[in-house]
Each structure stands twice: as structure tokens, then as C-alpha cells.
């Protein structure tokens, strides 16, 4: 089976840097996702990493370090629009379904 | 292009009725999923379809059933609604060339 870990809340003040961890434990490995989710909508697709290493779009960073089982999601210049939950999600292989961490809620405060 | 749709956006009904979510994509993705989600539960898998003509259990299958009717729809029925199935119940497919899941607005469900 998988699971994965994330700190249930973190707040943050407008204009800083956040950084969300997730660690997990799968049988395979096919690559780590993050969705954004914000309250009444649905999730949407943030970033994926599939190889070790930081994938940057353009305030949103991150990071995996598949020997470790970890990775991250970084926010910089952080916006109140930035409030909502983000979830990691890591997929075994590439015919399974993702599995979802049981998300982060990110609260920006100014 | 509209994406993921679903339909209804609310429902609520009594324990022991029935109902079908639907869930059509536009995408001509063969992967389709249904999730349900409750607070501080994250997102659960229901079923998945990897391909037309293919079904299979996720997490938590029990209670629900799916059909695969054709590459753009998958829906989600419940056969006897109970209090425990009240939730928010997303669809979602999978581009084959990304890892990228889209989902779909979602369905509010309550049973009373």
C-alpha cells in the first residue's frame, strides 16, 4: 500500500516563503504530485516531480528526494489568494491511480 | 473545451434511495476516476477505469458501483444512500502524456 504524510495546517504571513513537506511510503515509484485546492472548488494540478531534484513555476517551487521518500512544495511571495488546502499525491506506477495525502491547510494571514 | 463535467452539482436524499452521478470528460482521456472527499480525510478513491470497457476498486468501493459507458463518461451510482456516503464526490481523468489529473467541479451529496 501507500501513504503519504503533511503537516495538517501551516500559516504564514503575505509576502513570505512557505514551505509544505510530504513524505511517503509506496511500493513503486512512479513520481510525486501537488494539487491546490481551494475551499468549494475542486483540486487542480500544480506541479510533478518525477526525478530528484526542484521544479520551479514561476512563485511556486518543488522539490523530491526519492532516496530520502520526501519532498516538498515551496510558495514564495506568498498572496492571500494563496490560502487554500495542497495535497501530495504519489502515483506507483503509471497505470495506477494517484493517492492523496490528506492535504495542508495553508492560511495567509497579513 | 469544458473539461470535466459533472452533473448534479447538490443532491440530497433519504437513506435507502438510489442515484446516479455523472461524469463526462471532453479530453479523450482513456483514465477516469471518482473520488470522494470529507473534511480532513483528504481524497479517497471510489473506482477507477483505466481504459473503456474497464472497471476496478479503489479504497472505498463499498456501497457504490460504476459503469464505463464509453471513453468520455463514467458514473457512479449509489444503489441504498446511506448517512455515512454524505460527502463531496469528485470525478476526475488522466492525460496520458502528463501525470496531470483534471477533476471535475464536484457533487455535494447529503443523506438524511
Known amino acids: 500500500g501507500q501513504s503519504l504524510e503533511q503537516p495538517s495546517e501551516v500559516t504564514a504571513v503575505e509576502g513570505a516563503i512557505v514551505q509544505i513537506n510530504c513524505t511517503y511510503q509506496?511500493?513503486?515509484?512512479?513520481?510525486l504530485s501537488w494539487y491546490q485546492q481551494h475551499d468549494g472548488g475542486a483540486p487542480t494540478f500544480l506541479s510533478y516531480n518525477a526525478l530528484d531534484g526542484l521544479e520551479e513555476t514561476g512563485r511556486f517551487s518543488s522539490f523530491l528526494s526519492r532516496s530520502d521518500s520526501y519532498g516538498y512544495l515551496l510558495l514564495q511571495e506568498l498572496q492571500m489568494k494563496d490560502s487554500a488546502s495542497y495535497f501530495c499525491a504519489v502515483r506507483d506506477s503509471g497505470n495506477t491511480p494517484l493517492v492523496f495525502g490528506k492535504g495542508t491547510r495553508l492560511s495567509v494571514i497579513a | 473545451n469544458a473539461g470535466v463535467t459533472q452533473t448534479p452539482k447538490f443532491q440530497v436524499l433519504k437513506t435507502g434511495q438510489s442515484m446516479t452521478l455523472q461524469c463526462a470528460q471532453d479530453?479523450?482521456?482513456?483514465?477516469m476516476y471518482w473520488y470522494r472527499q470529507d473534511p480532513g480525510m483528504g481524497l479517497r478513491l471510489i473506482y477507477y477505469?483505466?481504459?473503456?470497457?474497464?472497471?476496478d476498486k479503489g479504497e472505498v468501493p463499498n456501497g457504490y458501483n460504476v459503469s464505463r459507458l464509453n471513453k468520455r463518461e463514467f458514473s457512479l451510482r449509489l444503489e441504498s444512500a446511506a448517512p455515512s456516503q454524505t460527502s463531496v464526490y469528485f470525478c476526475?481523468?488522466?492525460?496520458?502524456?502528463?501525470?496531470?489529473?483534471?477533476f471535475g467541479p464536484g457533487t455535494r451529496l447529503t443523506v438524511l
Open positions: 509506496t511500493s513503486g515509484f512512479y513520481g
Open positions: 477505469s483505466a481504459s473503456e470497457g474497464t472497471t
Open positions: 476526475a481523468s488522466k492525460s496520458p502524456s502528463t501525470d496531470t489529473q483534471y
Open positions: 479530453m479523450n482521456h482513456n483514465s
